[in-house]
């Protein structure tokens, strides 16, 4: 997940019940050069582990390099093999390298033979059982020590559309011999034990779920009063907001966590969503704080556990669709911005150089 597994919000899951967490996932070549990015993108703790730093890729050189520079702060390096995004595609990383499994198979053997953690992948399914088969095999030959298989195919990206393949998952885990995590149609944790019981996977992991509920790990969940309901989304909300503040999370990120977590109030409470949209300057967790002290007071006053939206279905989604995409857009800016610094930087490197002295470029 970009920008929304960071160190604040991983201590909120572990609070509620999480066992293990990843960070968000790390451009790599960035990574490597930009001591900037990864003072943002990369904090941790004393506490904040189990935890396996994940790394977008297609250079094994290039992900050696960045794996090197977290190996110290993790329990593992991940490779993230399951991204379908369109920057994924234009990147030429996360599920689009399933096009190049030779290429996948040199980064997985070369960072699990340079590395002194383990090397894990997170992986898609492909439309034939085989060969996805064959692909977690390779990956376990090549030395991966771990693989966690989201049961959908590249070209399913929303966990809300169609149902994960927990079939596939449990072919891949009766497969290989290296321990599997399963992923996909987790939403609670009565979920999570039936999809261990099914796929006999060691472990369960959840992405868009645990956004919206935090605490869906948590035993709490199993009993009437304890389920996500009411208020529990802005109660986790304060709690996340004071960790953010303990750990000093980027405004960006703290936004996106937000909007899950009270999303589902947010269409009734449609002027907070304003705010949060239209931040003015100088908006802080402390704005961020009072929004959610609003909600849960209006929350408590309705008396209802859900929300009656004052706009349509229909003006919902078409709202929601044009906030992922300028997100998306978003993200593929900071990126390419990202990189044309660091080619600038390494054009004035090389600028820098005397015309008398020989080069040798690898």
Known sequence: MVDQSELAFR????RHGATAAYTPMLHSRI???DPGYREEHFTTCEGDRPLLVQFCANDPATLLAA??????????IDLNLGC???????????AFLMDDLPLVERIVRTCAEGLDVPVTCKIRVFPELQKTIAYAQMLERAGASLIAVHGRLREQKKSKGADANWD????????VSVPVLANGNIRTLHDVHQCMEYTGCVGVMSAESLLEDPALFSPARLTPEGQFRGTAGAQLLLEYLDLAEEHPTPMRMVTGHAFKMLGHWLPEFTDLRDLMNKQAPGFSIQHMRSI??????RIEASGRDF????LSERALARMEAEAARAAAMEEQSKEERLLQKLQAMRAARQSAVPESQTVLVA
């Open 11 to 14: 201590i909120l899951c572990r």
């Open 307 to 310: 929300a009656i939206p004052k």
């Open 31 to 33: 990574f490597m050069e």
């Open 168 to 175: 596939v998952i449990k072919a891949v885990r009766e497969a």
């Open 292 to 297: 959610a002290l609003e909600a849960k007071e």
């Open 84 to 94: 379908p995004q369109r920057i994924a595609r234009r990147g030429r990383y996360g």
């Open 67 to 76: 794996a090197k520079l977290a190996q110290s702060r993790a329990d593992a």
